[in-house]
Structure formats: C-alpha cells, structure tokens
C-alpha cells in the first residue's frame, strides 16, 4: 500500500520540519515527505529537505507585491504548486504567511499549523516572547503549544492536539524558547502521525 504523502510549509529554521524528517527515519511517522516549500530562500529548512533528500521549493509572496498581484493569487498558485504532489496532510511548521481560503479551500481538511501558545492565545509573531512577558508580569502561569487545523483566521482553527509548557521563574527567554522547542516537536509528531493513521 502507498504510503500517505506529506508537504511540509516553513519559512525558518525549520527544526520542526528536521523533527518531521526525523521521525520518518525512524519509522515514527509512515510517511513520504514528498515537498518542503519555502517562502524564504535563506530558510536553514531548505537545507535540512535537501540533506534528507526530499524535493523543495523556493516560492516566494515579494514578486506578485511587486507586480501589484493579490495574495489570492499567491495562494491560487501556491496551490497549483503543491497539487501534483497530492499531499494526504499539509503542514505549516513555522510557515510566516497567512493563508486565506484560495489555498485552504483547495485541501479541505488538510492543512495543520503548529503553533507556540495555546488555542486562544498569542496568535501571530513571537508568540514565546509575549507569553514570556506576559508571565513576568504575571499574567499566566504557563504557556503552551498546538496543533491545529488551518482557517483564514492567524493561528486558530479546530485543535487538533496541544501540550502544556512550564515556565519557571529563573527561565530566561531562551530557556523557555528552548524547551518549547522540545515540546512542539513531539507534539508535531504525534499529531501528523495521529492524522494520518486516522
Ligand atoms: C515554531 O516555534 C512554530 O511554532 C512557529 O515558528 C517556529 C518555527 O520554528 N510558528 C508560528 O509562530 C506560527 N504563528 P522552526 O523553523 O525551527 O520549526
């Protein structure tokens, strides 16, 4: 039987896409990675597809700016990119570009987004940060991460799995940057392996 097909969306590092790659290695996740696609072209993640030999792809949103076409188009292209492929599950693992229903309207149900905060809270940038500062001044007492599914609206949709995160009063921004990290990999692993044994 063929195994499902996994395109994977990062604008960064990509650490969650290494943790993805990872657990295909080890069997943890029975999948193809069959795209990695990147709206950044100095995305570290382009280097981590590459190393593990899965196809990627440089698209990004500042030439259709620059020609005064709209995000829809972006996205209606973007969508056209990624359908030969015939992804089972789409995952946006630290992808920095807000998708409207041109694109999730294409993959129903299969699009996910990782994100680090809880449903509800810090949606958008620098989620670690504002969580950070908002427990300085003792506004939370811990943080978190999800994974949900993917609507127009940043960072919120049906969740599809989410962990608590500790944070400790000697923790400086990178120690919790850290163990978020850790969290969000397992969480990301477990949800997409989850999703696709459904
Ligand atoms: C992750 O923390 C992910 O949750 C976040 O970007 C980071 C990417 O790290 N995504 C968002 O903030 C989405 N709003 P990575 O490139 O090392 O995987």
Redesign the pocket.
């Known amino acids: 039987m063929a195994l499902p097909r996994l395109v994977i969306l990062?604008s960064?590092?990509?650490?969650?896409?290494q943790a993805v790659l990872d657990a295909v290695e080890a069997g943890t996740i029975t999948a193809v990675p069959s795209l990695v696609v990147s709206n950044r072209k100095k995305a570290y993640?382009l280097v981590r597809a590459e190393t593990a030999g899965v196809p990627t792809a440089y698209f990004p949103f500042k030439p259709y700016r620059g020609a005064g076409k709209s995000r829809e188009q972006y996205d209606a292209d973007l969508a056209e990119l990624i359908r030969p492929y015939q992804p089972d599950l789409i995952v946006l693992?630290?992808w920095?570009h807000i998708l409207s229903a041109t694109f999730l309207n294409c993959f129903p149900h299969k699009v996910i987004?990782?994100?680090?905060a809880l449903p509800g809270q810090f949606a958008?940038?620098h989620?670690i940060q504002r969580a950070y500062d908002a427990y300085q001044r003792g506004e939370i007492a811990h943080t978190g991460?999800m994974v949900h599914f993917t609507i127009p609206e940043v960072?919120a949709g049906p969740v599809v799995a989410q962990a608590e995160v500790p944070i400790l009063p000697t923790d400086s921004l990178a120690d919790l940057e850290t163990r978020?990290?850790q969290a969000?990999h397992q969480l990301l692993v477990t949800a997409v392996q989850d999703l696709l044994t459904k």
Not at 12 to 17: C, I, K, R, Y
Not at 113 to 116: E, I, M, Q, T
């Open positions: 990062i960064g590092s990509g650490s969650n896409l993640g693992a630290g920095m987004n990782l994100h680090p958008g940038t989620a991460c960072d978020m990290h969000e």
